[in-house]
């Protein structure tokens, strides 16, 4: 179960990071909302890192039960 939800909130994380990365390829996006979205696609690669460590750490602990 654990596995699935770390598999689900990862997709939805990469999802929302290709929206992203997409918003700063598009030539109507000034300097500061690239810079935003920068800020943002850091941010969504750092929660991605946690959620899988999180994850491992819960299912380790769960199979020594």
């Known amino acids: 179960m654990v596995r699935l939800a770390r598999v689900l909130v990862l997709l939805l994380l990469a999802f929302f990071t290709v929206s992203l990365v997409i918003g700063v390829g598009t030539s ?10 920068l800020v ?3 941010g969504c690669v750092v929660m991605a890192a ?12 769960l199979q020594r039960h």
Not at 28 to 37: A, S
Not at 50 to 61: D, G, L, N, Q
């Open 28 to 37: 109507g996006t000034g300097v500061l909302e690239k810079l935003i979205l």
């Open 40 to 42: 943002c696609i850091a």
């Open 50 to 61: 946690k959620v899988s460590t999180f994850a491992t750490r819960t299912e380790a602990r």
